[in-house]
C-alpha cells in the first residue's frame, strides 16, 4: 500500500546538522512532488520545503531558507532533508507528504519523525 | 507571504454542525485544502480544491470557499471528530504552501 516512513530523528545539539530521510513506497515516486512539514511541540504545522517530482525545482519556507536543503533520489524512492546549524526553535516532529505534481494539495504523510534540539 | 487565519477552537455537541472558518484576502480565488490531525497523529487530507472530499472520508464533511473567508463544514458531529483542522493554500507569489494556524474542534 503507499506508505511514507520517515526516519533519522533523534537528540541533537544546537549548531550540528541532521539528515532526515523519507522513503517511498506502493506508488510512482517519480510522479510526485515531495514536501516536509514540521510540527513543533504544542504548536500548528509549518511548511518546510519542497522538491518537484524530477528534482529540478526546489522551494524552502522563510524560517529554514539558507540552512536547509532538500534532495530525492527516484531509484531509490527517498526524500532528504539536510538541516544545518540547528537551534532550539527547529525541535520538532518532521513529516514528510506526497503532493501529485501540480494538485497543490498533500494527499499522503508520513507518521512523522522526532528531531530534539538541546544541549 | 500569505496569511491565513483560523479561530483556535471550535465547541460543538453531538450530532450538531461544526463550522471552522480560514481566512486569508480574497481566499474566494485561492483553492483551499483541509487537514484533519488527531492528538499523537499524522495529519489527513478531509477536503481539497474548496469542495472535494478524498475517498473515505464521510459526506459530513463539506466545504466553501469565498470572499475572504473558507470554511469547513462538518455536520453530525461525532466524537470522533475530535482533531485539530488546519487550511492550506498554494501562494502564487513564492510558491510556498501555507497553512493556517489550526483550529482545535472539542466536542462537547
Known amino acids: 500500500q503507499v506508505q511514507l516512513v520517515e526516519s533519522g530523528g533523534g537528540v541533537v545539539q544546537p549548531g550540528k546538522s541532521l539528515r532526515l530521510s523519507c522513503a517511498a513506497s506502493g506508488f510512482i515516486f517519480s510522479g510526485y512532488t515531495m514536501h516536509w512539514v514540521r510540527q513543533a511541540p504544542g504548536k500548528g504545522l509549518a511548511w518546510v520545503a519542497l522538491?518537484?517530482?524530477?528534482?529540478?525545482?526546489?522551494y524552502y519556507g522563510d524560517s529554514v531558507k539558507g540552512r536547509v536543503t532538500i534532495s530525492r533520489d527516484n531509484f531509490d524512492n527517498t526524500v532528504n532533508l539536510q538541516i544545518n546549524s540547528l537551534r532550539t526553535e527547529d525541535t520538532a516532529v518532521y513529516y514528510c507528504a506526497r503532493e501529485l505534481e501540480g494538485s497543490l494539495y498533500m494527499d499522503v504523510w508520513g507518521k512523522g519523525t522526532t528531531v530534539t534540539v538541546s544541549s | 507571504s500569505y496569511v491565513l487565519t483560523q479561530p483556535p477552537s471550535v465547541s460543538v455537541a453531538p450530532g450538531k454542525t461544526a463550522r471552522i472558518t480560514c481566512g486569508g484576502n480574497n481566499i474566494g480565488i485561492k483553492s483551499v485544502h483541509w487537514y484533519q490531525q488527531r492528538p499523537g497523529q499524522a495529519p489527513v487530507l478531509v477536503i481539497f480544491y474548496n469542495t472535494d472530499r478524498p475517498s473515505g472520508i464521510p459526506e459530513r464533511f463539506s466545504g466553501s470557499n469565498s470572499g475572504n473567508t473558507a470554511t469547513l463544514t462538518i455536520s453530525g458531529v461525532a466524537a470522533g471528530d475530535e482533531a485539530d483542522y488546519y487550511c492550506?493554500?498554494?501562494?502564487?507569489?513564492?510558491?510556498?504552501?501555507?497553512f493556517g494556524g489550526g483550529t482545535k474542534l472539542t466536542v462537547l
Open positions: 522538491i518537484s517530482h524530477d528534482g529540478n525545482t526546489l
Open positions: 492550506q493554500v498554494w501562494d502564487s507569489g513564492s510558491h510556498h504552501r501555507v
